[in-house]
């Protein structure tokens, strides 16, 4: 079974908002999810995101799949503690 770590959509028409989660490859966009990982609201000024980063790093080390959006999230988020 693959499984990647990716956005999920949530929010109104024109106002989205997106989670990250765990899912199987197969599953659809906003279909069943293993496990929330945390948010991301590009809507908002000065918090955007928020990741559970602890569960992140132990999904990468049991081999999930990073999406490029997810990916570019976890850079955003290395900067800001950095």
């Known amino acids: 079974m693959a499984i990647k770590i990716r956005l999920t959509r949530t929010g109104a028409k024109n106002s ?3 989670r990250v989660v765990v899912a199987d490859v197969r599953s ?3 279909g069943r999810a293993i496990e929330v990982l945390g948010w991301y ?3 908002k000024a000065d918090e955007k995101f928020g990741l559970k980063q602890e569960r992140i790093d132990y999904w990468i080390g049991q ?3 990073v999406s490029q959006t997810v ?3 976890l850079k955003q988020a290395a900067k800001a503690e950095a």
Do not use: F, N
Request: aromatic share 6%; net charge positive.
């Open 16 to 18: 989205a908002c997106y």
């Open 28 to 30: 659809p966009r906003d």
């Open 41 to 43: 609201d590009p809507k």
């Open 63 to 65: 081999g999930a799949q």
């Open 71 to 73: 990916k570019s999230l």
